[in-house]
């Protein structure tokens, strides 16, 4: 399988760059401020926004300067959603360690979300490019809107295909889409480049957001990591959109019953079993298979939005990163 550092190799000297940008971003004078700050540097993912930004930049006219600090920017951006998504949803971990708000405090949390935020104007600021800008600031506002439409559509944790596509579109996949355009902005692309590269940010984007909606369905074993968090934090995703969609009204009722009752934590339930209830019925009416097949449909889309671009190693880093977002195992 194709290992990230191999999909990083045509940008390698320009994300060392960035890494030591976006250190240098989160470096404050103030001690608590920069425990937070280097605590949550400790723990970053797998950087594959960043990776965008970049790859698209090399894709047209090369990484500048400008593709750096937007790089940082956007990743800063997408930092400090998290942060503040955790408070939100009352989630006491990320990425296997305590969350900002469960180590220190809410306050402190929402407090650092905000010096992200204002990092992220400052940078944005010292670009000097409109279109940037306003790409960064539109994307802002997308993040809370997406958090705020999920929230309405969690009112009755139940929601329509239509409804779930939207919320991951403006959730995650916008973001993707907005590295890949900025990016190729920060290089002075055409306007076709842009909109070409956009398309395949958003459409690798909805394949990342399906991959984590079919990881809950996985064994746990082979996932390294507990499943069913969906459910249980009442996020109703794909999988079993489609399941309940495709089952007899009975059986809908009687499993939407048993995972409203697993995501309230009720005291009557034998977790485990209603667990592996759902997951049977999901995988009883091919949810997992019907969003892989969604993959399959966006994976397309995805690629036929690099036809227009001359093959090059940027190329094929962003076409073996869609293979890895599809295939990857955590």
């Known amino acids: 399988m194709t290992r990230i550092e191999d999909i990083r190799r045509p940008i390698e000297e320009e994300f060392r760059l960035y890494e030591k940008a976006f250190e240098q971003a989160l470096s404050s004078n103030n001690a608590l401020l920069n425990r937070v700050l280097?605590?949550?540097h400790a723990k970053?993912?797998?950087?594959?926004?960043?990776?965008?930004?970049?790859?698209?930049?090399?894709?047209?006219?090369?990484v500048t300067d400008k593709t750096i600090q937007?790089?940082?920017a956007l990743e800063l951006l997408h930092t400090a959603s998290l942060v503040h998504d955790d408070v939100v949803d009352s989630s006491p971990m990320r990425r296997g360690v305590e969350a900002v708000h469960t180590r220190w405090s809410n306050k402190v949390a929402v407090l650092v979300g905000d010096y992200l935020l204002a990092k992220v104007i400052e940078l944005v600021a010292n670009v000097r490019n409109l279109r940037i800008f306003n790409i960064i600031a539109s994307m802002g506002a997308t993040l809370s809107s997406g958090e705020l439409l999920q929230l309405h559509t969690e009112s009755g944790m139940w929601i329509s295909e239509k409804q779930y596509e939207a919320v991951i579109e403006q959730k995650t996949a916008s973001l993707f889409a907005a590295c890949m355009e900025a990016g190729a902005e920060s290089s002075g692309a055409t306007m076709r480049q842009s909109t070409a590269l956009r398309e395949f940010g958003l459409h690798l984007g909805m394949c990342f957001q399906l991959k984590d909606d079919v990881f809950d369905y996985s064994d746990s074993d082979e996932l390294g990591k507990p499943t069913m968090n969906d459910i249980r934090d009442g996020k109703v995703t794909l999988p079993l959109i489609i399941a309940l969609a495709r089952a007899e009204r009975s059986e809908a009722e009687q499993i939407r019953q048993l995972a409203e009752d697993l995501s309230n934590d009720a005291q009557h339930l034998d977790i485990f079993e209603a667990e592996q209830e759902i997951k049977s019925f999901v995988m009883r009416y091919d949810g997992v298979r019907y969003a892989y097949r969604k993959m399959q449909e966006h994976k397309i889309k995805a690629v036929e939005a690099l036809n227009t671009f001359h093959d090059s190693s940027a190329k094929n880093s962003l076409l073996a990163l869609l293979d890895y977002t599809i295939n990857r195992v955590h």
């Open 38 to 40: 280097q605590y949550i």
């Open 44 to 62: 970053r993912g797998k950087q594959l926004r960043p990776q965008l930004t970049l790859l698209a930049a090399q894709m047209c006219h090369g």
């Open 70 to 72: 937007t790089a940082v």
